[in-house]
């Protein structure tokens, strides 16, 4: 690229066509950041527990740190602090000190760069250009400088696209690279990453990740990420700190040493460690197991807002569905995968093709699911949603979980002993009347399968189930579907996790490939 | 092409900062309603008319939005002319409805209206791109940034809406509560879903809010804007053109002795 070239794909007359000093794009002045806490504390307003107290830590410019830490021990609340968004007197209380360069945290704005975990809120403006400048607008930087910026930023994060891109048709991996450029056009001395990668399929994971790496390379700047798969991170960083749930730091050193010396105790608060994989589970398969559903040909696609006509997003689709079998669909993104989940589950109509129950399944009613009835699927199909937030109807967990049994008649002392084993089943008992909403998102996920169990369904139907788990959550999930699958509930799930594969999947089906895949027992 | 990336065709009209076509809407919208006379509205569509060819919409686009105009002005009109103020020659009666040539004269005056009033109003905003209006208002109106874009962020909020009703719809159905219960149960399936909607929007701004703070949004430091909005020349004939419009519209209804002050 010329160094003095003009913005190549600006928009009209607005955006000027500056010449740039070539030094300014080669060399950016940055300088990295040093962070010092001193017996620092926040304890958020309304809240009785401290979210972080009497932390001590100091972080040389240009370190590269992996915080990690038991859900809770505040690694969410540290880093907001260092962004300056934690907010003043009214949001929380402050104890001792937290400094950037010497300056307080909450004056640093600026120095400091933040991207959060969830791609879909962290995109402001409609044009890829426009986001990118929407930081340097907002220090103030002139406008001769913002589009060479914009530019550079781009470039580093690998997002080759138009300026006038529009962010909406941007996938969740690239909308992650997309805040990673928008933090870094700010010129940020300080990068700070709030699991910037829970939400992304395996390819965006790297993508982001070494668009980080990139950067760091080139700015020098400091690094702190949180992330609890430690995998993703471990060969980038080159210090770990542990947070304490109880206060201040549990473990501080090199990544190599603090995950060999508290491995086993980072794996049980939930965090992944390379050396500590989960377990999976012993299967019992059921001997002669029968067809459930069968899809022949199946196209499947949903009616875009305001048509009449579904648009086809995969076609083609044949295979069955057993009992006691587990079948995982898995491809790359947008290749229609949870648009199939969704259409096996008898909640959108084929858009071709055939999708039949067999006659036992079905048990007199008609064979196409989505002709069933709402009550009519609770027996049959149970649908586990990507964002367990969709599926919540009640305003406390146990009355949730009743909305099922409820709906399908059952007696009282049957409603309240089904929904009680459950609760007890997913460690949900102390959360009886909290509203789902407020539950952390391993509690969320346990409860949206919770519902789904207590109508006892022959077919369950999950879309990204382990999505954003930590190490936990996922072996408990695993070892209850196995456990439903041995007793021959019949199983398919959309997924990215090949874990999750390797542990469950008896069939495996390529959607966008092919052709699908069987997994004997012994493959497992 | 969406709601915050509408595709626009390159055309004069498209050119012509934002600022301008809302004064311009705005001025010819308020000299309309100062009277209902069918005059004024006639003489305001005739002369917007003309301008339409320029603004880049293709035929089918043109009316495809406008659709809603052309069905509003005359049901509008029709509903005046059988129930609207009596007046003048009874034309027709049928049980309480009458028509006269007074009510008749209201009808044509109202449907003229609307089309006046909504034609240019569509067809500017459809030639108008959100980012770009807000930095007119920004930088041209001088409206606190703050409150600009913070509405033009959470415009986009608006197209995760209806993707997050459906999930929700369809969850309700997976859940045994899709159908059924008559009226209440009806009732219920979209107030439910509508509450659940309401606390994850809520969520899902605040932690755009985060976002927008931590890079720099929101501060009382001045700041600089990427885009330059400017008042041109051209900008200024398009509302000179308004200004005609609108005082030949009066002109020709006063002359006309049409001219019926609603205030007076």
Known sequence: ?524 | MSLLTPTIRPSVVARLNPVSKLTVALIVSCALLLSIDWVSAGVALLLEAALLFWCGLGARQFWLRTAPVWIAAPMASVTTVLYGEDSGALLWQFGFISVTEGSAQLGLAIGLRVLAIGLPGIVLLATTDPTDLADGLAQILRLPSRFVLGGLAGLRLVGMFIEDWHSLTLARRARGVGDGGGVRGAARRFFGPAFSLLVISVRRGSKLATAMEARGFGSDEPRTWARLSRFRAADAVLVTIGFVIATTAIGVAVWAETWSFILA
């Open chain 1, 1 to 524: 690229m010329p160094e003095t070239s003009p913005i190549p794909h600006g928009r009209d007359p607005r955006i000027p066509a500056v010449r740039v000093p070539s030094a300014l794009i080669r060399n950016p002045q940055i300088r990295a950041a040093h962070i010092r806490a001193s017996d620092w504390g926040w304890r958020h307003a309304g809240r009785h527990n401290q979210a972080v107290s009497g932390l001590d830590l100091q972080i040389e410019p240009g370190e590269r740190v992996l915080l990690l830490g038991a859900s809770g021990a505040g690694k969410s609340t540290l880093v907001h602090a260092l962004a300056g968004v934690l907010g003043d007197a009214e949001d929380g209380d402050e104890t001792g000190s937290l400094l950037i360069d010497g300056h307080r945290a909450a004056e640093a704005r600026g120095r400091v760069g933040l991207v959060l975990q969830d791609p879909d809120s962290q995109v402001v403006l409609a044009r890829v250009g426009d986001d990118v400048a929407f930081g340097c607008e907002n220090f103030a930087v002139p406008r001769a400088e913002i589009w060479p910026r914009v530019r550079q930023a781009l470039t580093e994060v690998g997002l080759d696209l138009p300026l006038d891109h529009p962010t909406s048709s941007l996938s969740g991996g690239q909308k992650q690279r997309l805040a990673l450029a928008g933090v870094l056009a700010m010129r940020p001395g300080l990068l700070l990453l709030d699991e910037p990668t829970a939400n992304l399929d395996p390819g965006g994971v790297i993508d982001v990740r070494d668009a980080v790496v990139r950067s760091l390379d080139h700015s020098g700047a400091t690094l702190v990420v949180i992330e609890h798969r430690v995998e993703v991170w471990q060969d980038v960083v080159d210090r770990v700190i542990v947070l304490d749930p109880t206060g201040g730091v549990l473990a501080d050193g090199p990544t190599r040493e603090i995950l060999s010396s508290q491995g086993e105790r980072l794996a049980q608060a939930g965090v992944w460690v390379p050396a500590r994989p989960p377990r999976f589970p012993t299967r019992h398969p059921i001997r002669h197991p029968e067809t459930l559903l069968r899809a022949e040909g199946l196209a499947v696609g949903r009616v875009p807002f305001g048509r009449r006509t579904a648009s086809v997003v995969a076609d083609g689709i044949t295979f069955d569905l057993r009992a006691g079998t587990a079948t995982v669909v898995t491809g790359p993104n947008g290749a229609g995968k949870s648009t199939l989940a969704l259409t096996l589950a008898g909640l959108l109509k084929p858009a071709g093709g055939a999708l039949r129950a067999s006659d036992d399944f079905s048990a007199g009613i008609p064979a196409e699911p989505h002709r069933w009835r709402s009550k009519q699927l609770l027996t049959r199909i149970g649908t586990v949603f990507q964002d367990p937030e969709h599926q919540f109807l009640a305003a406390t967990v146990r009355d949730d979980l009743l909305i099922g049994p409820r709906a399908l008649g059952l007696s009282v002392a049957e409603q309240s002993t089904r929904v009680g084993d459950l609760m007890h089943r997913l460690r949900l008992d102390h959360l009886a009347d909290a509203n789902p909403f407020t539950l952390s998102g391993g509690e969320k996920r346990r409860m949206s399968v919770a519902t789904v169990l207590a109508t006892r369904p022959r077919l369950l139907v999950l879309d990204e189930p382990t999505f954003g788990q930590d190490s936990r959550t996922w072996q408990e999930l695993v070892i209850l579907l196995a456990e439903q699958l041995d007793e021959g509930t019949a199983l398919v799930a959309v997924t990215h996790d090949a874990q999750f594969v390797s542990a469950l999947a008896d069939e495996e089906y390529r959607l966008g490939m092919p052709d699908s895949i069987r997994l004997g027992a012994d493959a497992r």
